[in-house]
């Protein structure tokens, strides 16, 4: 292991492209972070704007690249399909697809898959964050992934023997830009995690999730005949919408939970998970994704040996 | 009572405008919908819009008008406030404001309200609704009143004890077209009342109703795993947003509720309540407002015998 420049990892989502240049001991020895997730590049290819950042940063050719997210989905670069529950983490990366045609080698890591008939789920990008947060903190056996589609976790040792995703993150931002409560939770500043609007919006979100689509009307109304204001609305409504996906996932005080999360995101679940009593295990998204971004390529290279020696 | 012309009877919501030409004793002879909702009337104005209706269908000046729904709101034509819980519902007429200074007497019912701290609640138009339903079907003790918001109301004889507001056919309308899911659930025709897909949704909402925002996030994952189509993750997107609300209103198999709706939405949720074992009592929607509106007048004006010489 040395802290010479040995891989490229890349988180690659919808809406976002993170790359980091990453030595084989882990070291972070370049950041470069653009908007042109999946949806920008269409138009450019995969390639082309891969190499662009590739360039500005002015990485050797001979590096290999490792790729999670949505550029493995059916629209994205290359297809690499799902896993299926129960799996162990411990393979996505000797599952991974080598990208055909590209100067660069270069792979993508699948998604995780629960076929259920009656509730199934997908998951793609977590799953090598995932993989990161095992590897930090083994022997979790629940683990929080807070997002627009936030992911809950439960592991045996290295196997995920089940998932669950929760719509919170994109029905905050649908529900307070798109409805009725547009009006009562006006303004784009992030929710303040000890704000006690927040923290009762929890609570009542965890101990009386089906009064939610209730509890949201119940703003406006506040609104209307106690002149609540939108900062006090828009934490309450954050509030609800953790508080019942707390609910959801069962959530219990005294037990201990994973929390994967940078940021505000961070915060807010950390808060949230604390007043419904749960033991919270922090462990910082953007390490956790870098962790397993580079231990899939040595999973991969381990198993692909002629690819490493090309 | 006569089936002379004697009322003019409006339902005037935010996107809606509905009038109704009545007898003194309730037959409809005329009618006349448009979509001049509140949003629309802003530059023209409440009172040419209204009269514009009125000439078209050749109504005399001498007749008076009486409205319910958001046109008594803030941002309406005159601000009526709301009647405060416990209420007896056979008052909203004698509460009704006299629109000033327009020529023909006009009067706007007032909303109701619950002024709890934890959860206010507010309505304007089906507390007419309300009244017609109370006056067609006496003794009920719960009535369901859906729509973009819906309304669960307790009832003891005529007095309203306390009301709540689920947001269910708002969040059918936001998910469905503004979300991930719109790829699942794409098109825009009713949903089937006896789609399997929706009674089964109904029967997750009720008995699950805090996995609600994970089972919105499944049919994204059953159309990616198991190629499920828009019509059966229309249907069951309705049927879980209407078993959440439900199960929000502590419905119990046995009980008898009154539902107050017409059209798609009476037969949706009139199949959903009967999937709960619920002892249905329709009252059909338009028929409850009508009726709502003329009694509210006769109310009015019983107690205004000066305006009703004037």
């Known amino acids: ?13 919808t809406s976002s492209f993170r790359l980091w240049l990453m030595s084989n001991d882990g070291t972070v020895l370049a950041e470069h972070r653009s908007h042109e997730g999946m949806s920008e590049v269409a138009e450019r290819g995969f390639e082309t704007v891969l190499e662009s950042h590739l360039k500005a940063l002015s990485i050797p050719d001979s590096l290999p690249v490792v790729i999670c997210g949505m550029a493995g989905s059916r629209q994205g670069w290359v297809e690499t399909g799902y896993i ?22 270069t792979i993508i890591i699948p998604g995780l898959a629960v076929r259920s008939h009656n509730e ?8 090598t964050q995932l993989l990161g947060a095992h590897l930090e903190l ?23 023997t089940g998932f669950e995703t929760f719509m919170t993150g994109e029905l905050f931002a649908t529900i307070s830009a798109r409805t009725i409560l547009v009006h009562s939770t006006g303004g784009e500043g992030p929710v303040d995690a000890q704000d006690p609007a927040f923290l009762t919006g929890v609570r009542d979100g965890w101990t009386r999730p089906e009064k939610t689509t209730h509890h949201l009307f119940s703003i406006r109304a506040g609104q209307l005949l106690h002149g609540r ?8 409504l954050s509030g609800l919408l953790i508080g019942a996906e707390l609910a959801g996932a069962g959530v219990r005080g005294g037990e201990q939970i994973g929390l994967v999360a940078s940021g505000a995101l961070q915060r807010l679940y950390h808060a949230a998970l604390s007043e419904c009593g749960v033991q919270v295990r922090d462990i ?27």
């Open 229 to 236: 204001g939108p900062d006090e609305n828009r934490a309450r």
């Open 284 to 310: 910082d998204a953007d390490v956790a994704v870098r962790r397993g971004l580079v231990d899939s390529w040595h999973s991969f290279s381990n198993l692909n040996g002629d690819l490493k020696r090309a």
């Open 120 to 127: 199934p789920d997908v998951m793609r990008g977590e799953e």
């Open 84 to 105: 299926n529950t129960p799996a162990d983490v411990t393979t996505i990366g000797e599952n991974a697809v080598l990208v055909p045609g590209v100067a660069r080698r």
């Open 138 to 160: 083994p022997g979790g056996e629940r683990y929080c992934m807070p997002g627009t589609h936030s992911k809950w976790v439960s592991m045996n040792g290295a196997m995920v």
């Open 1 to 13: 292991m040395s802290t010479a420049p040995a891989i490229i990892a890349v988180d690659w989502g």
